[in-house]
């Protein structure tokens, strides 16, 4: 089957194509309605199907005769633990967790914000929710406290889920004092909050509201899966956008069972029995899908690794992983990759480890820069696959499809569209425009499954945000461009999202914190590009007349506020004062041409600017910061 075989089907008989992928799936009823289509061409995905995507992930697979072979591997080098689950272990402990969730009354439908570190029982308990048909939305352990509480106030949990501590190389993060200010924080107070208490630390329990997830689960029996219907949710999963507030992407539990699945051969080149690493956090996308539910769907081992590329110990952290378990896919972030050749630019640690075992190497979550790629390719001499993907669509838009046709690589491409998904390049009045010529990457409506089709309690919001822009598409918030082959560049976000460290971030929700600063008048924040995180943030401030602060104290005060009000994963640091913000008349500030001017872009001043003599300023306080060089 050749590749453009296959996109082809994909474009021609979605319906037809999609059922046959179904059919690779446990189903209690085999759905009838495949694809439904709603007035502005979104796709509806199985909706009648009846399921239980933890079934489909664990019992099915115990049922047909792989109970004994590892379903989960957890790895921790920051505590020195290792672990292992066959099938049958991790489908008996999600039966039991669920059942404990059922004792604190969580049904159908209910949400559980799942706020833990990178043990088994983060996925454990994933399954569990999705076992009773309720929803669970995971809250990476990096953010803080008021990022918590938007999401308990969004998502409105029955229960909470979390462990006393995370552990990050040079501390141990307790995570309960950081639960009970979000719950103090929120509106919106969950039943109960359950807590893991790790050996690390013992984190005190609110009497009648936490309780102790051992001795919970000892008294929990195991309870059996609850269908539910193809069109209901799996998951909401919040994510940074262009406004303060992160959007709940929900994703559906039938169209993402399929197309996870269908994935993982087409893809990843993976069959069942196959050793699968994704190095993410099950906080992100990529740890929901191919930590979780992607390896589990197929029959794969998963591995849950509690660590760093570098650090923990050393820059051969990835390859050791790798060799020890026979990995036959690798997927991380290019800021993994970028750690690793800074700290180990001969690769000499990798020829420490057998990475025979290894086919492929994977990276997505930001662009995969061409030197990185080379240095990769170079020294693992396996092929190195960038693919793109957002939170909103779960899985590749753009791969080199290694299970259906290996592709020629071209350094700085994600290659080309995966079955289902028609990608195009538009202008902004909706146009297409020349091949290899920048714009709007849009896919054409109906999307594929698994990807969203509603924003959790927001459907104004998900009709705004990805589809009023380009009538009949999905805007994607990339721009980039198509070559001649069909090939897809992204070259990054058109709006005011950043990238920091394969983590997104909304530029809007950091300028809110630095605006509440009482000596700030006004800001703006851009992404200043760096060579190991690829965009750090970068904050302007104009101060309120009468301020005495010193700019090192203001960037200290700062600093400390969006660690404590986003999270430290901004890494944020740099703040410039400036005594004006360059604006249009309209008094629309010009972040794109700052950002141009930091990063020694070229750049425009629009025509609409208020006043040019403003750059000429601003450059003249880069510089003597030395931000800029000339
Ligand atoms: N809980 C609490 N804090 C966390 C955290 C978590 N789960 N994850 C990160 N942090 C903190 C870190 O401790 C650090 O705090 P510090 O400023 O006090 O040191 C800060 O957030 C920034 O973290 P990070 O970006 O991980 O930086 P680092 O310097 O510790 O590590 C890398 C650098 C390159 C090793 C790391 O960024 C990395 O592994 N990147 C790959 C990202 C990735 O896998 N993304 C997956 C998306 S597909
Ligand atoms: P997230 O939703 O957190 O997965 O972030 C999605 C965003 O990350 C995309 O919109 C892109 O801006 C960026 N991104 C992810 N993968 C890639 C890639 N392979 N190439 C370029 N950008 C990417």
Same mark, same amino acid.
């Given at each position: 089957?050749?590749y453009?075989?296959?996109?082809?089907h =994909?474009?021609?008989?979605?319906?037809?194509?999609?059922?046959?992928?179904?059919?690779?799936?446990?189903?209690f009823?085999?759905? $009838?309605?495949?694809?439904?289509?709603?007035d502005?061409?979104?796709?509806?995905?199985?909706?009648?199907?009846?399921?239980?995507?933890?079934?489909?992930?664990?019992?099915?697979?115990v049922?047909t005769?792989?109970?004994?072979q590892?379903?989960?591997?957890?790895?921790?080098?920051?505590?020195?633990? /290792?672990?292992? +689950?066959?099938?049958?272990?991790?489908?008996?402990?999600?039966?039991?967790?669920?059942?404990?969730?059922?004792?604190?009354?969580?049904?159908?439908?209910?949400?559980?914000?799942?706020?833990?570190?990178?043990?088994?029982?983060?996925?454990?308990?994933?399954?569990?929710?999705?076992?009773?048909?309720?929803?669970?939305?995971?809250?990476?352990?990096?953010?803080? =406290? &008021?990022?918590?509480?938007?999401?308990?106030d969004?998502?409105?949990?029955?229960?909470?889920?979390?462990?006393?501590?995370?552990i990050e190389?040079?501390?141990?993060?307790?995570?309960?004092?950081?639960?009970?200010?979000? @719950?103090?924080?929120?509106?919106?107070?969950?039943?109960?909050c359950?807590?893991?208490?790790?050996?690390? !630390?013992?984190a005190?329990?609110?009497e009648?509201?936490?309780?102790?997830?051992?001795?919970l689960?000892?008294?929990?029996?195991?309870?059996?899966?609850?269908?539910?219907?193809?069109?209901?949710?799996?998951y909401?999963?919040?994510?940074?956008?262009?406004?303060?507030? &992160? /959007?709940?992407?929900l994703?559906?539990?039938?169209?993402?069972?399929?197309?996870?699945?269908?994935?993982?051969? *087409? @893809?990843? #080149?993976?069959?069942?029995?196959?050793?699968?690493?994704a190095? =993410?956090d099950?906080?992100?996308?990529?740890?929901?899908? +191919?930590?979780?539910?992607?390896?589990?769907?197929?029959?794969?081992?998963?591995?849950v690794?509690?660590?760093?590329?570098?650090?923990t110990?050393?820059?051969?952290?990835?390859w050791?992983?790798? *060799?020890?378990?026979?990995?036959?896919?690798?997927?991380?972030?290019?800021?993994?990759?970028r750690?690793?050749? /800074?700290?180990?630019?001969?690769?000499?640690?990798?020829?420490n480890?057998?990475?025979?075992?290894?086919?492929?190497? +994977?990276?997505?979550?930001?662009?995969?820069?061409?030197?990185?790629?080379?240095?990769?390719? $170079?020294?693992?001499?396996?092929p190195? %696959?960038?693919?793109?993907?957002?939170?909103?669509?779960?899985?590749?838009?753009t791969a080199?499809?290694?299970?259906?046709?290996?592709?020629?690589?071209?350094?700085?491409?994600?290659?080309?569209?995966?079955?289902?998904?028609?990608?195009?390049?538009?202008?902004?009045?909706?146009?297409? %425009?020349p091949?290899?010529?920048?714009?709007y990457?849009a896919l054409?409506?109906p999307?594929?499954?698994?990807?969203? #089709?509603?924003?959790?309690?927001?459907?104004n919001?998900f009709?705004?945000?990805?589809?009023?822009?380009?009538?009949?598409?999905?805007?994607?918030?990339?721009?980039?461009?198509?070559?001649?082959?069909?090939?897809?560049?992204?070259?990054g976000?058109?709006?005011?999202?950043? #990238?920091?460290?394969?983590?997104?971030?909304?530029?809007?929700?950091?300028?809110?914190v630095?605006?509440?600063?009482?000596?700030v008048?006004?800001?703006? %924040?851009?992404?200043?590009?760096?060579?190991?995180?690829?965009?750090v943030?970068?904050?302007?401030?104009?101060l309120?007349?009468?301020?005495?602060?010193?700019?090192?104290?203001?960037?200290?005060?700062? %600093?400390?506020?969006?660690?404590?009000?986003?999270?430290?994963?901004?890494?944020?640091?740099?703040?410039?004062?400036?005594?004006?913000?360059?604006?249009?008349?309209?008094g /629309?500030?010009?972040?794109?041409?700052l950002?141009?001017? !930091?990063n020694?872009?070229?750049?425009?001043?629009?025509?609409?600017?208020?006043?040019?003599?403003? @750059?000429?300023?601003?450059? $003249?306080?880069?510089?003597?910061?030395?931000?800029?060089? #000339?």
């Open positions: 089957m050749s453009q075989t296959e996109h082809d =994909s474009m021609k008989d979605p319906a037809g194509f999609w059922r046959k992928q179904a059919e690779a799936l446990d189903w009823k085999f759905p $009838e309605q495949i694809l439904s289509l709603d502005d061409g979104l796709g509806y995905w199985f909706a009648d199907g009846e399921m239980n995507t933890a079934y489909m992930a664990l019992d099915h697979h049922k005769g792989r109970g004994n590892l379903a989960l591997i957890y790895d921790s080098p920051v505590t020195d633990t /290792k672990s292992r +689950y066959t099938y049958a272990e991790l489908t008996d402990v999600v039966a039991r967790t669920a059942g404990m969730l059922a004792n604190l009354g969580v049904v159908k439908g209910d949400r559980v914000i799942i706020y833990m570190p990178m043990i088994p029982e983060a996925v454990i308990a994933m399954l569990a929710v999705a076992r009773l048909g309720a929803i669970h939305s995971v809250v990476f352990g990096g953010f803080a =406290s &008021p990022e918590l509480a938007i999401r308990i969004d998502a409105k949990p029955k229960v909470i889920l979390t462990a006393s501590c995370g190389v040079k501390r141990v993060v307790e995570y309960k004092p950081l639960v009970d200010r979000a @719950i103090d924080l929120a509106v919106h107070k969950p039943q109960s359950v807590v893991y208490q790790r050996p690390q !630390v013992t005190p329990l609110v009648k509201r936490d309780h102790d997830w051992a001795e689960l000892a008294k929990a029996k195991p309870v059996g899966c609850t269908p539910v219907k193809g069109s209901d949710p799996l909401i999963l919040y994510t940074s956008g262009t406004t303060g507030k &992160p /959007k709940g992407v994703r559906e539990n039938g169209g993402h069972a399929v197309a996870l699945k269908y994935s993982m051969k *087409a @893809i990843y #080149n993976v069959e069942p029995g196959d050793m699968y690493w190095s =993410s099950v906080g992100w996308v990529v740890g929901h899908s +191919y930590i979780v539910y992607g390896p589990l769907l197929h029959g794969c081992t998963t591995i690794y509690e660590g760093k590329p570098i650090m110990p050393d820059a051969g952290a990835l050791r992983v790798c *060799a020890e378990y026979g990995v036959k896919a690798l997927f991380t972030a290019p800021t993994a990759f750690a690793v050749k /800074k700290e180990d630019p001969q690769a000499l640690l990798m020829k480890y057998d990475l025979s075992k290894l086919k492929v190497i +994977y990276s997505a979550g930001e662009r995969l820069d061409p030197p990185t790629e080379a240095w990769l390719t $170079e020294h693992s001499g396996k190195v %696959v960038d693919h793109w993907w957002q939170t909103e669509t779960g899985w590749a838009i080199n499809m290694q299970g259906i046709e290996p592709m020629t690589i071209k350094p700085g491409s994600s290659t080309v569209p995966v079955p289902g998904f028609n990608v195009q390049i538009l202008d902004d009045s909706g146009q297409h %425009v091949q290899g010529t920048q714009g990457i054409k409506l999307l594929p499954p698994a990807c969203l #089709n509603h924003v959790w309690g927001d459907e919001k009709r705004e945000s990805y589809l009023i822009f380009l009538p009949g598409y999905y805007t994607s918030g990339d721009g980039g461009y198509i070559d001649e082959d069909g090939y897809v560049f992204v070259m976000r058109v709006d005011d999202v950043i #990238n920091v460290a394969g983590h997104r971030l909304s530029t809007g929700e950091i300028e809110e630095i605006a509440t600063h009482p000596s008048a006004e800001c703006a %924040v851009i992404a200043r590009d760096d060579e190991l995180k690829g965009q943030p970068m904050g302007f401030v104009v309120k007349t009468g301020t005495t602060l010193s700019e090192a104290e203001l960037q200290q005060q700062l %600093v400390n506020r969006i660690r404590d009000t986003i999270g430290a994963i901004t890494c944020y640091k740099d703040t410039v004062i400036l005594t004006r913000l360059a604006k249009t008349r309209s /629309k500030t010009l972040r794109k041409t950002a141009h001017i !930091v020694g872009k070229q750049y425009t001043v629009p025509s609409t600017i208020d006043d040019p003599a403003v @750059i000429p300023e601003i450059i $003249e306080v880069l510089r003597s910061k030395k931000f800029v060089s #000339n």
